[in-house]
């Protein structure tokens, strides 16, 4: 049964810090892996997608990073602003299966 | 181009009523997912279905159901309401497994 954990559950980091969200998975056989932002009482806004054949997926100052032999997956902030403040989910998408299996969520605090 | 479309946004109901939930998808996407999310949980997934099939299923008792249709909206129903119910349920759509999920922003759904 595929497991997603999500490091640190909760982080705070004043404006402008580069940070990095960590996602480990426990079975490897996996389609792809996707990561979301949710605010406050909204659904889920889709960041980066990034399928098993790949290594890594960037838009604008966010990459995400993946590797199915250690199964972990890093989502890295650069140049953090207040806007980037919501719960950050990480989904892991299972082969043979339309089915995801989310992380518990980090959730970002970046102050002025 | 047109999100994932959820109606109602915000639902009420007293416990034993039952409830049903619709989901529209992105234009050409025949897959439709449904997710519940609750503050302990986390998301979890409900089931998914592909040209009105159902494909795979969650670990969810009978009193949920879904259905697609022809257009490939989507409905879930959950009767004999039970507080635990008390959740946000999200609804996905993808043009098939690879490309990634989006979702609609959600029915809040309040059993009193």
């Known amino acids: 049964k595929q497991e997603v954990t999500q490091i640190p559950a909760a982080l705070s980091v004043p404006e402008g810090e580069n940070l990095v969200l960590n996602c480990s998975f426990t079975d490897s056989a996996i389609y792809n892996l996707q990561w979301f932002r949710q605010d406050p009482g909204k659904g889920l806004t889709s960041l980066l997608l990034?399928?098993?054949?790949?290594r890594e997926q960037t838009s604008g100052r966010l990459n995400a990073s993946l590797d199915k032999s250690s199964g972990r997956s890093t989502l890295y902030i650069a140049a953090s602003q207040p806007g980037d403040s919501a719960t950050y989910l990480c989904?892991?998408?299972?082969?043979?299966?339309?089915?995801?299996?989310f992380g518990k969520g980090t959730k970002l605090t970046v102050n002025p | 181009k047109a999100g994932v479309t959820q109606t109602p946004r915000y639902l009420i109901k007293t416990r034993g009523q039952q409830v049903t939930l619709s989901c529209s998808p992105i234009?050409?996407?025949?897959?439709v997912s449904w997710y519940q999310q609750t503050p302990g949980q986390g998301l979890q997934f409900l089931f998914e279905?592909?040209?009105?099939?159902?494909?795979n299923k969650g670990n969810f008792p009978g009193r949920f159901s879904g259905r697609q249709f022809s257009n490939s909206r989507s409905e879930m129903n959950v009767s004999t309401l039970e507080l635990g119910d008390s959740a946000l349920y999200l609804c996905a759509s993808s043009r098939d497994r690879g490309p990634g999920y989006t979702f609609g922003s959600g029915t809040r759904l309040t059993v009193v």
């Open positions: 234009s050409g996407h025949r897959s």
């Open positions: 990034i399928q098993s054949s790949q």
């Open positions: 989904a892991v998408g299972q082969g043979g299966s339309e089915k995801l299996v």
């Open positions: 279905y592909f040209s009105e099939t159902q494909r």
